[in-house]
């Protein structure tokens, strides 16, 4: 447990020498859900997870904004001691994956994004109203979803708010790889899922071309088969493969 503000932090780091691996949760996984990639990518490299706030063995907090996910990874790798890490972020996490590299240029060394970080975003107050009754509707499902790592230890009307803020940041995100200077592969997913049509999260992925055509270090490493909600269990050799790919570079870069 890393004790961090109010709250402290479920951390797991395999240890050893090979090039750290920071891994970041979807809204309300926890970091079990990297199992599968871990396994792929093996002990060569330094895996490092954690539960965010509210979330897996985590302990609550009077604070759940994005910002303050943020300073959680910062609290993270100064306990571990890693300066210079490779982010792996799957939904929530590619967001904030790509906004802590753009906050550290000098520090992230590459980005992989798993179906998440699109300039695409609900936003306005008609959504804004939308998103907190569909949580109201949620609440007594809420807990029960809890250890499917589809809800957090939260209110509904925290579940909502945090879902606002995180539409809103995504939906001004194109920006912000402007700053990013490592090397970013995205793995994109197909289909549709519990929180979205086909039509709608294919809308979604194609707002990431204009990112692309601006921006040579961010590249596609994989589309797959596998649906937002089943990418990590189904398509972990791809996001392994990601990561593989940026390790390349820097060990061409080291050389």
């Known amino acids: 447990m890393v004790p961090f503000e109010d709250t402290a932090l479920a951390v797991h780091d395999t240890g050893g020498t090979g090039r750290p691996v920071v891994y970041l949760n979807g809204s309300y996984a926890n970091h079990k859900h990297w199992r599968h990639v871990i396994d792929d990518l093996g002990p060569a490299w330094r895996h490092i997870t954690f539960d965010e706030r509210a979330r897996g063995a985590s302990h609550q907090s009077a604070d759940y904004s994005f910002d303050a996910c943020l300073r959680d990874i910062d609290a993270v790798l100064e306990a571990r001691s890693v300066e210079r890490p490779l982010l792996v972020g799957w939904s929530y996490g590619a967001v904030l994956a790509i906004h802590w590299a753009a906050r550290h240029p000098d520090r992230a060394v590459g980005v992989v994004p798993v179906d998440g970080a699109y300039p695409w975003g ?21 807990p029960l979803a809890r250890p499917l790592g589809m809800a957090a230890r939260m209110s509904a009307a925290q579940h ?14 194109a920006p912000v790889y402007d700053k990013v200077a490592c090397p970013v592969r995205f793995i994109v997913a197909s289909g549709g899922n519990t929180g979205g ?12 071309d204009p990112v692309l055509a601006a921006h040579p270090n961010v590249q596609v490493s994989a589309k797959v088969a596998s649906n937002h909600e089943k990418v990590l269990r189904h398509d972990s050799g791809a996001v392994a493969g990601a990561v593989r790919e940026i390790g390349a570079i820097l060990d061409q870069e080291d050389h």
């Open 122 to 142: 609900l936003t306005g107050e008609e959504n804004r109203e939308y998103i907190r009754r569909t949580f109201h509707r949620m609440r007594l499902a809420l």
């Open 197 to 208: 049509s086909a039509e709608s999260m294919e809308a979604m992925r194609a707002t990431l």
């Open 160 to 173: 909502a708010e945090i879902n606002i803020e995180l539409n809103e940041t995504v939906a001004g995100i």
